[in-house]
């Protein structure tokens, strides 16, 4: 069982920057990778970045790409979305998520893969 925090959401302007983190707590994350996903009123949950827990690879949204930067603290359990130059498009609500590798390997945009699931911080980019 992994539980997951998520935090740092607010309202910003845009071109602003927000920073959200999200703590695990549980099972050991070493084989694991860690994702970010938003999901606006009426929209589906899509996908934004995601990040291998133990080697750090990383992965992007093309609408995020040069924006947003995932990372981990492997000591703290804590993954983060540095979020850039922000858009009133990324207004959403922010879901961290937890899959294990042998999922994520299959299908990493797909929120299908992540098991475990935070309970979402608002995000509200005004223009």
């Known amino acids: 069982q992994v539980q997951l925090v998520e935090s740092g959401g607010g309202l910003v302007q845009a071109g602003g920057s927000l920073r959200l983190s999200c703590g695990a707590s549980g099972r050991t994350l070493s084989s694991s990778a860690m994702g970010w996903f938003r999901q606006a009123p009426g929209k589906e949950r899509e996908f934004v970045a995601t990040i291998e827990w133990n080697g750090g690879t990383t992965y992007y949204a093309e609408s995020v790409k040069g924006r947003f930067t995932i990372s981990r603290d492997k000591d703290k359990n804590t993954v983060y979305l540095q979020m850039n130059s922000l858009k009133p498009e990324d207004t959403a609500v922010y879901y961290c998520?937890?899959?294990?590798?042998?999922?994520?390997?299959?299908?990493?945009?797909?929120?299908?893969?992540?098991?475990?699931w935070g309970q979402g911080t608002q995000v509200t980019v005004s223009s």
């Open positions: 998520a937890a899959a294990r590798v042998i999922d994520w390997i299959r299908d990493y945009v797909s929120p299908r893969q992540y098991a475990y």
